[in-house]
């Protein structure tokens, strides 16, 4: 099993930056692959961003390219996303992510473990 808890969400205006971190216990976090995911009212559950066990790979949504940084601390357990230039379309839930294996998937039914989302409100 693995448990992930998010922090740092919260309200920014358009143009403003805010960073989400993730903290994971339970299997070991080097041997997981790990994503943010997103969801709004009335929209499927999109990848944001993604990262391979030593992040070797990463993968974002065009949406967010140049905007977003996902970063991984094996040492610390944790998962970080920086967001910058934020824009009232990324309003929405965020949620950690994790699968079991080095790769990750973009699609939501690959991965096992969720943390429980914070929310992230652009106003503009």
């Known amino acids: 099993q693995v448990q992930l808890v998010e922090s740092g969400g919260g309200q920014v205006q358009a143009g403003g930056s805010l960073t989400l971190s993730c903290a994971a216990s339970g299997r070991p976090f080097s041997n997981l692959a790990m994503a943010w995911f997103r969801q709004a009212p009335g929209k499927e559950r999109e990848c944001v961003a993604a990262?391979?066990?030593?992040?070797?790979?990463?993968y974002y949504v065009d949406s967010v390219k140049g905007r977003f940084t996902i970063s991984r601390d094996n040492a610390e357990k944790s998962m970080y996303l920086q967001m910058n230039s934020l824009k009232p379309e990324d309003t929405a839930i965020y949620y950690c992510a994790a699968r079991s294996g080095r790769y990750y998937y973009t699609l939501a039914a690959e991965y096992a473990y969720w943390g429980q989302g914070t929310q992230v409100t652009v106003s503009s």
């Open positions: 990262v391979s066990w030593n992040s070797g790979y990463k």
